[in-house]
């Protein structure tokens, strides 16, 4: 008993130290489960103070560029206005379809909390319950598809950015609609990778790569980014490289989507499959 | 006592500089400093290991708070703390300063403060690195992000050292 404690005493130090690395591993480890982010909402709270008011001064900086973004939205959405006007009249027929709702709902936040250079990086946004706010909302720039809301608090909320190497999302190449799935393989914050394209479909550099609208978190036809041609053969499929069209260096004007019919597709898609 | 608020003003300050200055520092995706390792080897050199154990713990539990990385630099940290005694064992003349004063380049010399500090910030920015990525796949990405951010760090820690107030 004696010679145990004695053991114990002299290598106090590599037994504490085994149990300190054995806790973080498990912190490690539980952290895939990300509503445990949510749990820690006092903590984000503070950080999300620290983060908005430096923000505030940041921003100063950039009010050039996000102009200049704004006004290229504008002028997309303009341009779309007029295409509609010329439409021939009858085509505008309308349509009181209580059910369906609009479709999907736009909210405006601010990026406050931005990181591209770990593996898994999160986006916190100025916005939380108290505008509405719940996990699994679509977050996206003019430019491109930016992430999806994972942790609410009562003022900010924390999204996983596509820039994530957990994030999968539903994607199709808008030419020919054909679609895989879309991941970050955590080395370059310029790519992401669509993979599980069959081998015969031909694939030109330049095509625009959009949201595919079967995940029910972003409307069909958001702009994601550009086939860069590049590609990797490995089994029946090939993957693709993608350039993303939103800069996440930049990243500071984005929208929360969330879709108004969510909870009854995913009601029905759940019971089909429960059976 | 003063000595011991000292201490709690550089963690308190440390931590603050990482969150708010050197989180955003993002070179190219290869460098990222991690300053607030500083701390762990600012501490007294006469610190029982066990303490510096459990010092070293807290201080990346912190920055896992309020970073959202859970564990990932706890356990870089620990790592650290643990590899610390064993680079200071490693200069023979550091005994003959006072046990209670903290390693700096003031007592050892810039030289060898350099070396120490490289080398426990080569080890916490090891395990940072790999524990966070989770797998060996880019294993010379990897090396290489923890190349250049050690010596980042190195650099920032050695003029941060030059700036405190000589005793």
Redesign the interface.
């Known amino acids: 008993m004696r010679s145990l404690l004695n053991f114990l005493l002299r290598f106090?130090?590599l037994i504490?130290?085994l149990i300190?690395?054995a806790?973080?591993?498990?912190?490690?480890s539980?952290?895939h489960n990300y509503h445990?982010?949510v749990t820690?909402g006092a903590?984000?709270t503070?950080?999300g103070f620290?983060a908005n008011k430096?923000e505030n001064g940041r921003s100063y900086f950039r009010l050039k560029q996000i102009n200049q973004q704004l006004v290229t939205e504008n002028q997309i959405l303009r341009r779309q206005i007029e295409e509609m006007r010329l439409l021939p009249q009858a085509e505008f027929v309308t349509v009181t379809d209580t059910l369906r709702g609009s479709g999907y709902s736009y909210l405006s936040a601010t990026v406050i909390n931005n990181?591209?250079?770990?593996?898994?990086n999160?986006i916190t946004l100025d916005r939380g319950s108290r505008h509405g706010v719940t996990t699994g909302m679509g977050v996206a720039s003019a430019e491109g598809i930016a992430g999806v809301i994972v942790g609410v608090s009562r003022n900010y909320s924390?999204a996983m950015s596509l820039l994530n190497t957990d994030f999968r999302l539903s994607a199709s190449i808008s030419r020919n609609d054909y679609f895989g799935s879309l991941a970050w393989d955590?080395?370059?914050?310029r790519f992401a990778q669509l993979s599980e394209i069959p081998h015969h479909v031909a694939v030109t550099p330049g095509d625009t790569l959009v949201s595919s609208g079967y995940s029910a978190i972003f409307p069909e036809g958001l702009v994601i980014g550009t086939l860069t041609g590049e590609q990797k053969k490995g089994g029946d499929f090939v993957t693709l490289q993608v350039e993303l069209s939103a800069d996440f260096?930049k990243l500071t004007n984005v929208y929360i989507i969330s879709n108004l019919s969510r909870d009854e597709r995913d009601t029905i898609e759940a019971e089909v499959v429960n059976e | 006592m003063n000595r011991g608020l000292n201490y709690i003003a550089s963690f308190v300050g440390l931590i603050l500089l990482q969150l708010l200055v050197f989180n955003n520092i993002q070179l190219s995706g290869y460098v990222n400093p991690y300053v607030y390792v500083m701390f762990i080897l600012i501490l007294p050199l006469n610190i029982p290991s066990w303490i510096l154990l459990l010092i070293s713990f807290m201080t990346g539990f912190v920055v896992d708070l309020f970073s959202g990385t859970f564990g990932v630099h706890t356990f870089a940290t620990v790592m650290a703390g643990f590899a610390r005694p064993w680079v200071l064992s490693l200069n023979v003349a550091l005994e003959a300063s006072d046990p209670g004063s903290s390693p700096s380049s003031h007592i050892g010399g810039r030289r060898w403060f350099m070396i120490y500090a490289m080398t426990v910030v080569l080890v916490h920015h090891l395990s940072l690195f790999y524990v966070e990525v989770f797998s060996f796949t880019g294993f010379f990405r990897t090396l290489l992000r923890v190349m250049f951010s050690t010596a980042v760090t190195t650099f920032f820690i050695f003029i941060f050292d030059l700036l405190r107030p000589r005793k």
Do not use: C, D, H, P
Request: charged share 20%.
């Open positions: 106090k130090t504490l130290f300190l690395e806790v973080a591993l498990v912190m490690i539980s952290s445990q982010y820690f903590a984000r503070v950080s620290f430096l990181s591209v250079n770990k593996q898994k999160f924390v955590g080395k370059n914050y260096k």
